[in-house]
Structure formats: structure tokens, C-alpha cells
């Protein structure tokens, strides 16, 4: 069965510190993708970034990075020099080949990050 | 262009009564989300629409919920008799082609409270 796991509800973190999200995903199809959602005050679902299963390597995109590992079945994402913007609710997410597109999401984490 | 519009931003409606919830995908995207989001039941897939067919309602969580796509544009969730446990943010996606790991475009959604 598919099933996608943020362990941490909340976080918070006082501006510029690092902080990693932690993602676990559970899933039989060996093609997948996965997905990190940002969910900002205002409601509206951000995307951020697309693995797909076959492409283990890491990715930077400014103070964002994201680390891949199927050995853990894990998709983390790394806020580098956290600033109060990066406050919302960050949502992982997990597509399987054989499952339509559907997207299952994990239950979000909460960044708080105060100045 | 225009992102995913949403319509009504809020509804507050009496228990026992039906409701209908639009969504305006991006122009030329083929296919169409509902997704919901409640504190209890998390970010939870509900109905995905390619062109106006349905081939995967399997969230509908009752036989209350029905949603239709006209014109391989704008759909309408319906929710007949609405329950109070129906009270979550209804969210509308897009994607261009609806194939597995294209990124979904999220409207803003709309909030329903039953009362």
C-alpha cells in the first residue's frame, strides 16, 4: 500500500538557522514520483520540486535542496538560512505509475520561523 | 496566464442541505483534481477527471459526493444532504496531460462549513 509519512507536525526555528524536513514514503511500484508542496498562509498549494524514482540525485535550487534516498525511502527537503517567508505548512507527496496521477500526501509538517 | 480559479471561496451551509463547488482549471489542461482537506482526514485525493471522463473516483467517500466536467474545462463537485464531517477546504488541481509525475497546479479552494 501506498502511504506517505511526515513525522514532524511542527517546527519552529528562529530566522537563519538550517532546518530539514524529514519525508518517508511507502510504495510497491518501482516507477514513481515524488513531490514537495509548500501551503502558505494564504492556502494556496506551491509547488516546489519532482523526483522521479529513477534519479537518486540530489537537487539545489537557492537556499532549497532536496535529498533522495531509496535505500531509507526517503525525500527530505533542507531550508538552508531559514527566513520568516519559509513559514507555512510543507507538504510531501508521493505518484505511482499504476495508480493514475493521483497525488497521496503525507500530513504536512508546520514551519514556524521566527525573526 | 490565469492559474486555477475556484468558486465559492467560502460556503457555509445548513446540514441536510446540497451544495455545488466549481473549479476552473488552467486553459488546455486535459486533466482535473479534487482533492480535500480537513484536520481530522489530512490533504485526501478525492476525484481525477481526464477530458470529461472520471477514470478514478475512488476517494468520493460516499455515495453523497458526485462531480461532473463539462466540455473537458470546468467541473462541479457536488455534495448532496451535506453532513458536518463534510466541513474541509475543497481543493481543485490541474495538469496539463494528466500523466503520472506531471506537476498539478492548485486552485486556492474553497472553504465549506456545515453547520
Known amino acids: 500500500a501506498q502511504k506517505v509519512t511526515q513525522a514532524q507536525t511542527e517546527i519552529s526555528v528562529v530566522e537563519k538557522e538550517d532546518v530539514t524536513l524529514d519525508c518517508v514514503y511507502e510504495?510497491?511500484?518501482?516507477?514513481?514520483?515524488l513531490f514537495w508542496y509548500k501551503q502558505p498562509p494564504s492556502g494556496e498549494l506551491v509547488f516546489l520540486i519532482r523526483?522521479?524514482?529513477?534519479?537518486?540525485q540530489n537537487e539545489i535550487s537557492g537556499r532549497y535542496s532536496w535529498n533522495f534516498q531509496k535505500s531509507t525511502s526517503s525525500f527530505n527537503f533542507t531550508i538552508t538560512a531559514s527566513q520568516v517567508v519559509d513559514s507555512a505548512v510543507y507538504f510531501c507527496?508521493?505518484?505511482?505509475?499504476?495508480?493514475?496521477?493521483?497525488?497521496?500526501f503525507g500530513t504536512g509538517t508546520r514551519l514556524q520561523v521566527f525573526p | 496566464g490565469a492559474g486555477v480559479s475556484q468558486s465559492p471561496s467560502n460556503k457555509v451551509t445548513e446540514k441536510g442541505k446540497d451544495v455545488e463547488l466549481r473549479c476552473d482549471p488552467i486553459?488546455?489542461?486535459?486533466?482535473l483534481y479534487w482533492y480535500r482537506q480537513s484536520l481530522g482526514q489530512g490533504l485526501e485525493f478525492l476525484i481525477y477527471?481526464?477530458?470529461?471522463?472520471?477514470?478514478?473516483k475512488s476517494g468520493l467517500p460516499s455515495d453523497r459526493f458526485s462531480a461532473e466536467r463539462t466540455g473537458g474545462s470546468v467541473s462541479t463537485l457536488t455534495i448532496q444532504r451535506t453532513q458536518q464531517e463534510d466541513s474541509a477546504v475543497y481543493l481543485c488541481?490541474?495538469?496539463?496531460?494528466?500523466?503520472?509525475?506531471?506537476?498539478?497546479?492548485f486552485g486556492p479552494g474553497t472553504r465549506l462549513t456545515v453547520t
Open positions: 488541481a490541474s495538469s496539463l496531460r494528466g500523466i503520472v509525475g506531471e506537476e498539478q497546479y
Open positions: 510504495t510497491r511500484d518501482t516507477t514513481y514520483y
Open positions: 523526483r522521479n524514482s529513477f534519479d537518486e
Open positions: 507527496a508521493l505518484s505511482e505509475a499504476e495508480n493514475t496521477d493521483k497525488l497521496i
Open positions: 486553459s488546455g489542461h486535459t486533466a
Open positions: 477527471f481526464q477530458g470529461n471522463s472520471a477514470p478514478d
